[in-house]
């Protein structure tokens, strides 16, 4: 073995070892969270070609996002250098896509397809609910996307779970799924599920086909394999030949995909399904301090649908767990913020070395808000993103048309933005005129602005002028940069004139919004130079995740759910919002399955982190209507052990997050308790600072000064009831005057009447 097989065997542990020089056939890695699977599966692609012989190009590497695609390899490129070209390391979704971009005929579609994200799957529907006479108020669009999907997750026909429309429904929902069916296909398009299920027929159906890419990928090897559905798992066994060369590396504890089709069992069988397979066990996490680890296996082992296993790590104790209840998600906010204040000012870590976890999109508001304050940067990875604003989505709805003059739902989004007087009922017939004549939307267009399909003269010239511009730009594509191509169709199109010649502030920024997609497109052409086509871009675009957004290089605290911080890691995580009916989340009470993938969830959350972890709860929490309802704390927080955690104090001013410790008054037992208000409280842990007792404080008077933890200080200007009911109206500085309960408004006294007036 040369220089380069030493390299790659460079720190790596006994077990590490063994599986990157495992001889040929199906090897599985199973093994805890941060033993080093990814490390191993990217060492043994680079084994395979370095030491091997293996040509990349007979390597398919699967991953779960993009960004774990990228970052794989571009760790392969270090080590081989220009040897690494030409291997496949994708997500399912990405492999398909190529796969169905060389074979599109044969499944019913041109090269140039479009792929329908969930908006369009929706926008699709709803029209054809129309058509299927199917009323939303008795079955909703959701709920038909939710079981086309399930379906495809499983690698079946949507119309089998006609048992879970409603029984009036049932013919109706049939034909519904035929329709979706013939319309996306006519549309040229596939859907996220059409994208796995489709390659699976097209593989299934063409022996020749199958053939070439069994004989092609020498090696499979998939990550993550634990939250794989049976959709992708039937995938692999399409393309694995007769070699059975295909490693597999997982970790049942945590498989968090359960919603979206996972299969635990697809690991926990693996050995089953493949007799022969070599089973290596990792037992060394090396991401984590020992502390944290133990705390992981204590929330983990709660687990019945596992197999048990240990891991130690090499890493010295750590620092303590901290945890921290706040009185409400503002002061749980503020906690945040100071925390990461103090992780950068005081113990030096980057920005960018912070996580916040949280169960839900909604929660990274409030967190936001505070960081804002502290003016530390952050970044928010999901939630609204760039990619679903109306703007960009009808910049790429044009864009989308010229490659695919088929995309009836992108034609149906842009025709009529900015308006150009083309009327639904417009826009229906040259769909129905599509339809009838075999052609595209594009061509119906031309052809019933032509004078065919007998639209009234107005409305004739208007579609008439649409299909010019759509020919134009489509011509104008051929020989321009996607980036050109994109200004230029927006600029015929009226749209930035539109948008310049709006007063409204939002108008503002879509126009910036769109010159930064410009910029996304002349990023994606530098990165891609010749192989930088337009339709590369939609569909780098299309298949875009929340975690994919991600940049470890933008020194930032990252904001994420939970479920996109799995396989990443940090040196500092602050988990929030640990309460019964968050994490666990409240639609997992009833399925004992689904509580454990919250712990499961939990557990993730926990092992991203290397050194220091904060937990947190609000004693109260604001549900929908805005009322702040009392909370419990998660059965997880009391899944650690004692001896691991430090409770800690107030966040309030002059009191720090690192110094001031209340330890242990969790630690008498798993039962979950109650959060009551703080007054009406008798739990010693929820009035640990009596300074800041309502008690102990000047009663509220008449323009006293006050402070509010989310509206700032203020005046309080009317005092009214008593008891539970007490308000106040208090003239905010900067927020206006607001009423209050005061039982929940956190009003904090600041000075008497005289001292300020
Ligand atoms: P997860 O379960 O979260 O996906 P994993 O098992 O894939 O984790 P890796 O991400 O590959 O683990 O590795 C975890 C961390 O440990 C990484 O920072 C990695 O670089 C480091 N690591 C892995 N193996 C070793 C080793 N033998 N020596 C030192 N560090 C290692
Ligand atoms: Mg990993």
């Known amino acids: ?93 990405g492999a398909c896509v190529r796969i169905l971009r060389s074979h599109a005929e044969r499944v019913g579609r041109k090269p140039g397809f479009s792929i329908y994200d969930e908006a369009d799957q929706q926008t699709l529907l709803k029209e054809l609910f129309g058509v299927c006479e199917i009323d939303t108020d008795v079955f909703a669009v959701r709920q038909a996307a939710y079981l086309f999907d399930q379906a495809k997750n499983e690698a079946a026909d949507p119309a089998t779970l006609a048992s879970h429309a409603p029984p009036s429904l049932r013919e109706k929902y049939v034909h519904l799924c035929q329709l979706y069916a013939t319309r996306v296909r006519e549309a040229n398009a596939f859907d996220f599920g059409d994208l796995i299920v489709e390659t699976l027929r097209l593989l299934r159906e063409n022996p020749e086909v199958r053939d070439g890419y069994r004989g092609r990928f020498r090696h499979l090897l998939v990550d993550e394999f634990q939250d794989t559905n049976r959709a992708q798992d039937l995938l692999i066994d399409e393309l694995l030949g007769a070699h059975r060369n295909l490693m597999v590396v997982g970790d049942d504890d945590q498989s968090i995909y359960r919603w979206r089709g996972a299969r635990i069992q697809n690991i926990l069988d693996f050995e089953k399904k493949f007799p022969e397979a070599k089973v290596i066990v990792l037992g060394t996490n090396y991401r984590s301090t020992s502390r944290i680890l133990q705390a992981a296996d204590a929330v983990i082992k709660q687990n019945r649908g596992r197999k048990p296993k240990t891991l130690d790590t090499p890493n010295p104790e750590g620092a303590a767990i901290q945890r921290f209840v706040a009185d409400d998600e503002y002061d749980e906010a503020r906690f945040v913020a100071r925390t990461a204040q103090e992780l950068v000012t005081r113990r030096g870590l980057r920005p960018g070395d912070i996580a916040v976890f949280y169960r839900t999109n909604a929660q990274s508001r409030m967190i936001e808000e ?91 010239g208007r579609v008439a002028a649409f299909a010019q511009l759509i020919d134009r730009a489509t011509t104008f594509a051929q020989e321009h940069k996607p980036s050109v191509t994109a200004g230029y169709v927006l600029r015929e199109a009226g749209y930035i004139a539109a948008l310049e010649a709006s007063k409204k502030v939002e108008d503002k920024t879509r126009l910036e919004n769109l010159a930064e997609l410009l910029k996304a497109i002349e990023d994606f052409e530098d990165e891609n130079e010749d192989e930088a086509t337009l339709s590369l871009f939609l569909e780098r675009v299309s298949l875009l995740s929340d975690p994919d957004l991600y940049d470890e290089r933008a020194n930032a605290i990252s904001l994420m759910t939970l479920h996109a911080a799995k396989g990443l890691e940090f040196p500092a995580v602050i988990m929030i919002g640990l309460e019964d009916g968050l994490l666990p989340h409240s639609r997992s009470k009833e399925s004992p399955a689904e509580f ?59 009191v720090s997050a690192f110094t001031t410790t209340r330890s242990t008054a969790f630690s008498s037992g798993p039962t979950t308790r109650l959060i009551r208000p703080r007054e009406e409280t008798i739990d010693p842990l929820f009035d640990y600072d009596e300074s800041q007792d309502p008690a102990d404080q000047p009663k509220l008077e008449l323009l006293c000064r006050v402070r509010h933890p989310h509206f700032g200080p203020g005046v309080v200007t009317h005092l009214a009831g008593s008891g539970q009911l007490a308000r106040a109206t208090v003239r905010f500085d900067k927020f206006g005057e607001k009423t209050l309960i005061l039982k929940y408004a956190n009003l904090q006294y600041v000075a008497p009447p005289s001292e300020h007036l």
């Open 370 to 460: 505070k960081l804002l304050e502290t003016g530390l940067p952050y970044v928010v990875i999901g939630g609204t993103r760039f990619y679903d604003r109306k703007e960009v989505k009808d910049a790429l709805g044009y864009l989308r048309l010229l490659i695919n003059p088929n995309d009836g739902v992108a034609l149906g989004r842009v025709i009529n933005v900015p308006a150009r007087n083309i009327g639904p009922r417009t826009v229906e017939r040259i769909a129905a005129f599509a339809q009838e004549k075999a052609c595209d939307v594009v061509a119906a267009c031309r052809r019933v602005g032509a004078g065919e399909g007998e639209l009234p003269t107005g409305a004739r």
């Open 596 to 654: 454990e993938e919250e712990r499961r969830l939990c557990y993730v959350g926990i092992t991203r982190t290397k050194e220091r972890l904060f937990l947190t709860a609000a004693a109260m929490r604001r549900s929908f209507g805005g009322v702040p309802m009392p909370t419990r704390l998660s059965p997880f927080w009391f899944d650690l052990p004692p001896q691991l955690v430090e409770d800690i104090g107030s966040t309030r001013p002059n």
């Open 1 to 93: 073995m040369g220089d380069v097989g030493e390299l790659i065997l460079q720190n790596l542990n006994p077990a590490q070892r063994e599986a990157v020089t495992a001889p040929d056939g199906p090897l599985l890695v199973f093994a805890g969270a941060g033993s080093g699977k990814t490390r191993v599966l990217t060492r043994r692609i680079a084994y395979l070609i370095a030491v091997r012989d293996v040509h990349p190009s007979e390597i398919l590497a699967v991953t779960f996002t993009n960004k774990a695609a990228d970052v794989m390899r571009g760790r392969v490129e270090e080590l081989l250098g220009r040897h690494a070209m030409g291997m496949w390391i994708h997500t399912f979704h």
